[in-house]
């Protein structure tokens, strides 16, 4: 993927960053309208707040410019809150909200509140079953409770117990999460099942379902985009026995996604390919492969040409403006699939998709190692 292309989706992305930051809001961006950039939010940053907050520290990395390290500080401290709620998927939020920037620009407050999250996710693991359970707050979920899992629950809350062993003593919590999860719904051709009920006293599987694929047996694109960022980072981490079920799932991806590197919402979709997109999953998936590009030296070339197609796919066809008569505001990551089963925000705009998209792409450029994030 060439230079210019790179710097030049940077660039608009840091655009719609200006935007967002100048638009009045009562809370976190969720998904926007792609039409005219105003967003959708969440008052206390739901499942998604993180993912804002982490695109301020990236962006104060790579431009140094102060205003986006004040308001990276600023918004993360509003996910303080969070630390308490009864769900798995805080681990999203004090990652990318708070352990970024700790790792990335050695902020202090980040760090403390780095600690706490994860602290919490400690308080929450079910010894017996060996994993964290969704929690009864957990978002965006239609079965929440003390005996289901989702594969969402692996990205950010893996690679935050694992990076707070030596105060938490929380890594092997961490290995064996991740562990339980890779049992519960990654399936032996290394497809990748949403979520699962199991049994609290021994972690058994007992059913396989989805909160948002097509069908309860379908490979729904996000969940075989989060398993793979899910292993990424803990082989990042220093995790080396994962790499065989890292290598598993990412050649699923590999081998089902289409050509053009932009999965359909659903693999599993019998409307194929008149139905949706996911930009989202397609820049999580990439993201993914950068790091597993990064890590394991025999699989290098086939992923990072295939994160790459994909990057350069979003970024030319997918980020506003797509084209000379396109009006709209500049770096806005269109055909976000967010739940399609549900009919919400379909063909949208969606702050996790730019979160991944601009990690991707400052990996590209230079700005960071694909294995900091």
């Known amino acids: 993927m060439d230079k210019t292309t790179v710097d030049n989706a940077i660039a608009r992305m840091c655009q719609r960053i200006d935007a967002t930051l100048a638009q009045p809001h009562e809370g976190f961006p969720h998904y926007g309208n792609p039409e005219d950039g105003t967003w959708v939010r969440s008052p206390g940053g739901d499942w998604t707040g993180g993912f804002w907050v982490g695109q301020l520290w990236l962006a104060a990395l790579h431009t140094g410019q102060a205003r986006y390290l004040e308001g990276a500080r600023r918004w993360s401290a509003l996910l303080a809150p969070r630390v308490s709620s009864n769900s798995v998927f805080k681990g999203f939020l004090f990652w990318y909200g708070a352990q970024l920037g700790a790792t990335l620009l050695a902020d202090k407050e980040a760090q403390v509140l780095a600690s706490a999250g994860t602290r919490s996710l400690v308080d929450m693991y079910n010894p017996r079953a060996r994993l964290i359970p969704l929690g009864l707050e957990a978002e965006e979920a239609s079965s929440v409770g003390t005996h289901e899992a989702n594969i969402d629950a692996l990205p950010g809350t893996v690679a935050l117990l694992l990076s707070h062993e030596p105060t938490l003593n929380s890594a092997e919590i961490g290995r064996q999460h991740l562990r339980q999860h890779i049992a519960l719904c990654v399936r032996d051709d290394g497809s990748v099942c949403q979520s699962a009920t199991f049994h609290p006293e021994n972690g058994s599987l007992i059913k396989r379902y989805t909160h948002k694929g097509i069908h309860d047996s379908s490979t729904w694109g996000r969940a075989q985009a989060w398993a793979m960022l899910g292993l990424a980072q803990a082989l990042s981490l220093g995790e080396k026995t994962f790499e065989a079920d890292a290598i598993r799932v990412a050649d699923w991806w590999l081998a089902h996604v289409p050509a053009d590197g932009v999965a359909f919402w659903d693999f599993d979709d019998p409307s194929i390919p008149n139905t949706n997109r996911d930009t989202s999953a397609t820049a999580i998936a990439a993201a993914s492969l950068l790091k597993l590009a990064a890590l394991i030296p025999n699989r290098a070339t086939a992923y990072r040409q295939a994160a790459e197609t994909a990057i350069e796919r979003l970024a030319v066809h997918y980020l506003t403006p797509v084209s000379p008569m396109d009006l709209r ?45």
């Open 329 to 373: 505001q500049p770096g806005i990551l269109t055909a976000g699939c967010f739940n399609k089963r549900n009919g919400v925000a379909m063909e949208n705009e969606l702050i996790w998709g730019d979160y991944f998209l601009f990690e991707s792409l400052l990996a590209l450029a230079g700005t960071l190692e694909p294995t900091q994030a």
